[in-house]
């Protein structure tokens, strides 16, 4: 079955860029039920927010709230997709999770990584 | 925007009890609702798509009603295992709700 793995820096600094990658496994990121590919972050004892979304073809969609500072990126020859948050402050600390998107419901999650912004 | 307001922010009750969550909509979102369930220091788990369609593998003593503004995520015989922080999310946006969290009296 599919399963998605979070990876990257659990320490960015303050101004600097947050870069995460999400590697799918068990399935190919280019499938046909039309998934898009998410991140969604929980900032720490607080609820969830969606950052945005990418399809294989690399077409995106972010919040945008957060929409300036964002980028999704995929390589499906990796099976993997990217997101980087430019200039951090200790408002972006918080747990970043990576998820499929099938119809409008996330119905599968990596486990989530960590990120504190601090110096 | 849609937003979304769950109730209530937290609930306390028995095992076997019946427990309902409710979430609300800001405006008419037809069914376009779904209900996920996060146990702590875990990822979030679809457990309710399309306001009431049930996830593969969901207990079936979770169910979801409700269409327009107001729904429901009731759990008939609540259980040890289903303490957990509740949230409903809509589709517009895929605003989540702030959450219920759930546990035992």
């Known amino acids: 079955q599919v399963q998605l793995q979070e990876s990257g820096p659990g320490l960015v600094k303050p101004s600097q860029t947050l870069s995460l990658t999400c590697t799918v496994s068990?399935?190919?990121?280019?499938?046909?039920?039309?998934?898009?590919w998410s991140w969604i972050r929980q900032h720490p004892g607080k609820g969830l927010e969606w950052i945005g979304n990418i399809y294989y073809s690399g077409s995106t969609y972010y919040n945008p709230s957060l929409k300036s500072r964002i980028t999704i990126s995929v390589d499906t020859s990796k099976n993997h997709f990217s997101l980087k948050l430019s200039s951090v402050t200790a408002a972006d600390t918080a747990v970043y999770y990576c998820?499929?998107?099938?119809?409008?419901?996330?119905?599968?999650w990596g486990q989530g990584t960590m990120v504190t912004v601090s110096s | 925007d849609i937003q979304m307001t769950q109730s209530p922010s937290s609930l306390s009750a028995s095992v076997g009890d019946r427990v309902t969550i409710t979430c609300q909509a800001s405006?008419?979102?037809?069914?376009?609702l779904n209900w996920y369930q996060q146990k702590p220091g875990k990822a979030p788990k679809l457990l309710i798509y399309d306001a009431s369609d049930l996830e593969t593998g969901v207990p079936s003593r979770f169910s979801g009603g409700g269409s327009g503004t107001d729904f429901t995520l009731t759990i008939s015989s609540l259980q040890p295992e289903d303490i957990a922080t509740y949230y409903c999310?809509?589709?517009?946006?895929?605003?989540f709700g702030q959450g219920t969290k759930l546990d035992i009296k």
């Open positions: 068990g399935g190919s990121i280019i499938s046909s039920g039309g998934y898009y």
């Open positions: 998820a499929r998107l099938r119809q409008y419901a996330f119905d599968i």
């Open positions: 999310q809509q589709y517009e946006n895929l605003l």
């Open positions: 405006q008419d979102i037809s069914t376009y």
